[in-house]
Structures are given as structure tokens and as C-alpha cells.
């Protein structure tokens, strides 16, 4: 109980060069703080070092070796979270305004001192030192459970989806060895499902990503990043024997917000080959794109299913899905709507049904 | 052209090297396929190998995530060996993981020729083999 009440309440160090005014102060407080002193830097320096339990430094200016305000500079980036008092004459006063202004010094109490002043400036200081402490401890568990989370996002992308590769890698070989029709049938199944699994790992981890990326400010080439995206997609069966084009026009550098922008164009191009029509020929999905410093105008079509009028409001809702054959999750249109949110940005989708969708984003290029 | 050729895999998942192996004798059957699935195993037949029987290795597959020494590390000691033959070997990491683009980051030094997400395919193999001339 007693502890509990000295750690809310603290230690002080008051150092000064003159003992009667070393003695009188603790006299005056010894009821209400802890106190320690010292008559010069060095006794100060040692007593730091020896009682942690100090929240508040209170210094003369006026000293032999060094002033109060050099002896705070000194200790400053050592003890950055003790809170620091001048005690001074008005001789001194501009000196100390000037350290008090620099972030040197949190207060200065003028010579000869008021009791109650002190006191009230003792309190605030320990005041302000436990919610810096608590600030500190607060944000280092954030921290910490931020770290934990990241680990675990990474490990959700890598362990479970490791197996679930091996067993779409399984599934592949059995289609390329097999003949008997009700098997491959199986397999065919197998695959739709590892699909879907994987979808939504890909959209958890994309969400995850979009929701912790801050303002993060990165130079987008919108070539290079869409040859990213294609690179992932292209051994995808919906992506067979369809013919892909790419036209950006990009001369100046874009900056944004990396993670979010793949996350939008992702969704959309990947969309864009799930959603063809399977007997058509001359299937396609195009991405054209102006891109200047202060915006991207990205338009992503294809030739595919379309979406149904009454529907267009719909898509981008969490969990509505166009098809009825469980290849998505549902979770697509609405995280990238979330993501354009983030950036910023607009999205207008038109569409004919059973003609084709057409996707145009536009999105705003921060300064630097 | 009857030149011997041969690929290595390196991955300690059992199944993902018999997948590699199955596809890759789909695609061309006259291909040697090594698999290891240790770093350690691969590591040593690097030393004990003479140099005719490791000129015919063309590509070396290896997964990142491994126990004991990683994808990057037996990448960097397989590029380091061929760096004194005649003859370099194309190196290329595995990984399941999403982003690869993340992983990139972790070893920009490296100089293995790419990055390939799981799982493959018959279709990466045969990229792979028109891009290395196998």
C-alpha cells in the first residue's frame, strides 16, 4: 500500500550549490516527497544514477561549476522523461526563458521561493512525468502486439497456405496423369475449393495490409507494379487463353500509397479473368492508364460476363457474390472499395450484361 | 544435341519435390531431376560433386522457408560455387508465401535470377525451360 502510494507520488532531486538552501527545501517537503539533493552536477549525476524512483530534477541556475540550464542540456538525452525545474533570481530570467522555450526546462519557480508554488510545480511535473510513463508503456505493448500480429499475418500467409499449395500441386499432377472421368471430376472439385481457401487468404492478407499500410508514401511505376500482378495470376486456369494488354502511359513520377493501389488493381484484374465467358473466343482483359504527378486515371475492361443492371449498386457490398460456382468470396469489390477510400480515390464501373465491364479508377498523386 | 541436363530441387517438403519431379518429367522426360530435401544433403553434394556432373545442372529450385539454413543461404552458396566453374547455373527461390515482393525485400543482395510462387505448374516449366534453353 505504502509503495503504491510513493511510486504515484515520486522522488525529487533538488540540487543546489548552497547547503541552507539544500536543508530548508527538505525540510519544507520531506513530508510530501521523497527527497534527495546535491550541491553540485557531479553529487546530481551520481544521485540519478543511484534512485530511479526521481521523477522531478529541480536545479538552481546559479552554480560554481555549471548553470542549471548547461547541467539540464546535459542530462537531457539521458534521462529524457524526468521533468526538469529551474530555480532562479530574475537577474537570470532570460537565460532560463530561453531554455524553457528550447524544451530544456519544463518550468522555472523564481528565488526566493514560494512554497505553495513549488509544490504546485512539483506536482504538475510528476504529473506530466507519470503520463509520459504511462504514454511510454502504452505504446510499447501497442507495439508490441502490432509486432505479434504482423508475425502472425506472415504466417498465416506462409503456413497455411504451404500446404494448401501442395495440395493444389497434387491436384494438378492427378489432371495430367488421370483418365478416368469421375476422378478428374474430384480433382476438378479439390481445386475449386483450394482456390476459394486461397482467395480468401489472399483478401484477409490484402485487408490486413490495407488497414495497417498508415500514410505511407511510395513512387509507383504502375508498369512494373501491374507486371507484378500479372506475374501471380498468369498460371491461373481462368487466365489460359486469354489475351492480356497493358497501355500505360506514366512520364512522371506518382506517389501514393503502394500497398493499397495493389490491392485495388489486383482485385480488378484478377476479376476481370475469373468473369470471362467460357465458350467465347477473343477473350480479353486490357489496363490502360494516364498517369501524371497529380493523378492516375487506371481503366481496367474485359470482354467478360458484365454485371446486371440492378446489380452494379450491389457488387461492391461485403460478402455479395456474382456467381453462383463458389470461386469467390465476396470480400473482393468491397476491400477495394475500402482501399480507394483510403487513397482517396473514385471508382466508375460500367458494365453491359453479357458484353463485358469496364473499371475506371481515378486516383490522386500526393506531393512529395 | 544430346548434351545431359539436369535441374535440382531443394525443398523440405516431401510432396512439393515429388510434385516437381512428376511435372517436370511431363515436360521433358530426358531431363535428370536431383532432389534434395535438406539444405544440408544439397550442400554436401555441391562439395562432393565433380565439376563434369555439376556443369549439366542448368537450374537449381529452392524453397525459402527451410529448417536450419534457409533458401537464400544454400542459394548463395550454390551461386558462389558456380561462380568458379566455367558454366553458371540459373537460381531460383520457392516460396508459398503472398507477397513475394516482402520477401524481396529481406535480400536485395542476392543474385538469384528470380522469385517463383508456388505451386508450379507444367506452364512455369516449360517458360522456365524456353527462357534457360534447356
Not at chain 1, 557531479?42 to 536545479?59: G, M, Q, R, Y
Not at chain 1, 497434387?170 to 482467395?199: C, H, P, R, T
Not at chain 1, 467465347?280 to 481503366?299: N, P
Request: glycine letters at 6%; proline letters at 2%; one cysteine or more.
Amino acid at each position: 500500500m505504502i509503495d503504491f502510494k510513493q511510486e504515484q507520488i515520486g522522488a525529487v532531486l533538488y540540487v543546489d550549490d548552497e547547503q541552507n538552501n539544500l536543508n530548508s527545501f527538505r525540510s519544507t517537503f520531506r513530508r510530501d516527497y521523497r527527497i534527495y539533493t546535491a550541491n553540485n552536477a557531479v553529487e546530481a549525476l551520481k544521485s540519478l544514477k543511484s534512485h530511479s524512483d526521481i521523477k522531478v530534477i529541480i536545479s538552481d541556475q546559479r552554480m560554481p561549476d555549471v548553470t542549471g540550464v548547461e547541467f539540464f542540456e546535459k542530462i537531457r538525452y539521458i534521462y529524457p522523461n524526468k521533468v526538469r525545474i529551474i530555480l532562479t533570481g530574475y537577474s537570470d530570467i532570460k537565460a532560463v526563458m530561453d531554455a524553457i522555450n528550447k524544451g530544456q526546462v519544463y518550468r522555472f519557480i523564481d528565488k526566493p521561493w514560494n512554497n505553495n508554488l513549488v509544490k504546485l510545480a512539483i506536482q504538475d511535473g510528476i504529473d506530466l512525468f507519470n503520463t509520459r510513463h504511462s504514454l511510454a508503456d502504452k505504446n510499447e505493448s501497442l507495439q508490441t502486439a502490432y509486432n505479434e500480429l504482423d508475425k502472425f499475418v506472415y504466417s498465416v500467409s506462409h503456413d497455411l497456405r504451404s500446404p494448401l499449395m501442395s495440395i493444389l500441386g497434387i491436384a494438378n499432377l492427378a489432371e495430367l496423369d488421370l483418365e478416368d472421368k469421375k476422378a478428374l471430376e474430384y480433382f476438378s472439385s479439390i481445386k475449386g475449393m483450394v482456390g476459394k481457401l486461397d482467395g480468401y487468404i489472399h483478401q484477409i492478407i490484402d485487408h490486413y495490409k490495407g488497414s495497417h499500410s498508415m500514410d505511407n508514401s511510395d513512387s509507383i511505376d504502375f508498369n512494373g507494379l501491374i507486371s507484378e500482378i500479372i506475374d501471380s495470376i498468369k498460371y491461373h486456369p481462368s487466365a489460359q487463353g486469354v489475351d492480356f494488354r497493358v497501355e500505360i502511359n506514366q512520364l512522371d513520377e506518382f506517389r501514393s500509397n503502394r500497398m493499397n493501389i495493389k490491392t485495388v488493381l489486383s482485385n480488378l484484374i484478377s476479376n476481370a479473368f475469373k468473369y470471362q465467358r467460357e465458350e467465347e473466343s477473343g477473350k480479353f482483359v486490357k489496363v490502360i492508364g494516364d498517369v501524371t504527378s497529380s493523378q492516375a486515371k487506371i481503366t481496367v475492361s474485359d470482354n467478360g460476363v458484365g454485371i446486371k443492371e440492378d446489380k452494379k449498386e450491389e457488387v461492391f457490398n461485403m460478402f455479395y457474390r456474382a456467381k453462383q460456382d463458389n470461386t469467390g468470396t465476396g470480400l473482393g469489390l468491397f476491400i477495394v472499395s475500402e482501399a480507394i477510400e483510403k487513397l482517396g480515390g473514385t471508382i466508375n464501373l460500367e458494365s453491359e450484361y453479357g458484353k463485358g465491364t469496364e473499371i475506371t479508377l481515378k486516383l490522386p498523386g500526393k506531393s512529395e | 544435341m544430346s548434351e545431359k541436363l539436369s535441374i535440382v530441387i531443394v525443398d523440405d517438403n516431401e510432396i512439393d519435390l515429388m510434385i516437381g519431379e512428376r511435372l517436370l518429367s511431363r515436360v521433358d522426360d530426358s531431363i535428370v531431376v536431383y532432389t534434395f530435401s535438406c539444405a544440408d544433403d544439397v550442400l554436401l553434394w555441391l562439395e562432393n560433386s565433380k565439376i563434369e556432373e555439376l556443369a549439366e545442372v542448368t537450374l537449381f529450385l529452392i524453397d525459402i522457408y527451410m529448417p536450419v539454413f534457409n533458401g537464400f543461404y544454400v542459394a548463395d552458396k550454390v551461386i558462389e560455387k558456380f561462380e568458379k566453374l566455367p558454366k553458371q547455373a540459373a537460381c531460383y527461390l520457392l516460396s508459398a508465401t503472398i507477397d513475394i515482393s516482402d520477401t524481396r525485400k529481406i535480400n536485395r543482395n542476392s543474385k538469384v535470377q528470380g522469385y517463383i510462387g508456388k505451386p508450379i505448374t507444367v506452364h512455369l516449366f516449360k517458360d522456365l525451360i524456353l527462357k534457360h534453353r534447356l
